[in-house]
């Protein structure tokens, strides 16, 4: 079983619907949940993270963490085709010199159409 | 200016050869980065750097080597290329408060081909 595997792609949808992402993890130690997005032939930039269970939202963008069963998903609102990109999904391990470092699922490739 | 930046952004070398990715950031933070992006296996830690006198091997290190010259400054070596590295090369950098998330920024990446 990978660390961090998240929903095989690609994903699309229509302009305007929501986009689902999703990742799970097999550490139970997990602490820090990250969403980053990747354009092509860019670096990843950060969206998001989440640490607490539940929702957290940031604009068009919500994270939703269930650590009981160790899952962790982005909503995107409203899609938009400047949305279309790959989504990585980053786990960060608790307690000592684990801080920062983070495990990387695959990645998901989401692409919005007009 | 970008906070992060990578040379060379393109190289190509041939099998055998040592080759240098360098990394420079002006954030200021402690912690530094190495990791590699192979298509549909995401990024995969190669080094990392909690200050310049701290180096950790992370889960793909064999291959390669490090040197954390300034806080400012982590370079990766290739001793002699191979061309199952060839891949994507990314620097990222973070600020650990303690007890807290820590977030990663990454550099634009270095697209290294080996032949």
């Known amino acids: 079983q990978k660390e961090v595997e998240q929903n095989s792609g690609p994903l699309s949808v229509p302009e305007g619907a929501i986009a689902s992402l999703n990742c799970t993890y097999s550490d139970r130690g997990s602490q820090s949940f990250f969403w980053y997005r990747q354009y092509s032939g860019k670096s990843p930039e950060l969206i998001m993270f989440?640490?607490?269970?539940g929702d957290k939202e940031d604009g068009r963008f919500t994270a939703q963490l269930n650590k009981a069963s160790q899952y962790v998903s982005l909503l995107i609102r409203d899609s938009q085709p400047s949305d279309s990109a790959t989504y990585l999904c980053?786990?960060?391990?608790?307690?000592?010199?684990?801080?920062?470092?983070?495990?990387f699922g695959q990645g998901t490739i989401l692409t919005v159409h007009p | 200016d970008a906070d992060v930046t990578q040379t060379p952004r393109n190289r190509i070398t041939k099998t055998g050869k040592r080759i240098m990715l360098e990394c420079s950031q002006t954030?200021?933070?402690?912690?530094m980065y190495w990791y590699r992006q192979d298509p549909g296996l995401g990024l995969r830690l190669i080094y990392y750097?909690?200050?310049?006198?701290?180096?950790n091997k992370g889960e793909i290190s064999d291959g390669y080597s490090v040197s954390r010259q300034a806080q400012a400054k982590f370079s990766l070596s290739l001793e002699s290329a191979i061309p199952n590295q060839t891949a994507l090369y990314f620097c990222?950098?973070?600020?650990?408060?303690?007890?807290?998330?820590?977030?990663?920024?990454f550099g634009p990446g270095t697209r290294l081909t080996v032949l």
């Open positions: 954030k200021g933070h402690d912690r």
């Open positions: 990222a950098t973070s600020d650990f408060q303690g007890g807290s998330t820590d977030t990663q920024y």
């Open positions: 750097s909690f200050d310049v006198k701290d180096i």
């Open positions: 980053a786990v960060e391990r608790a307690g000592g010199t684990s801080y920062g470092k983070l495990t």
């Open positions: 989440i640490y607490s269970n």
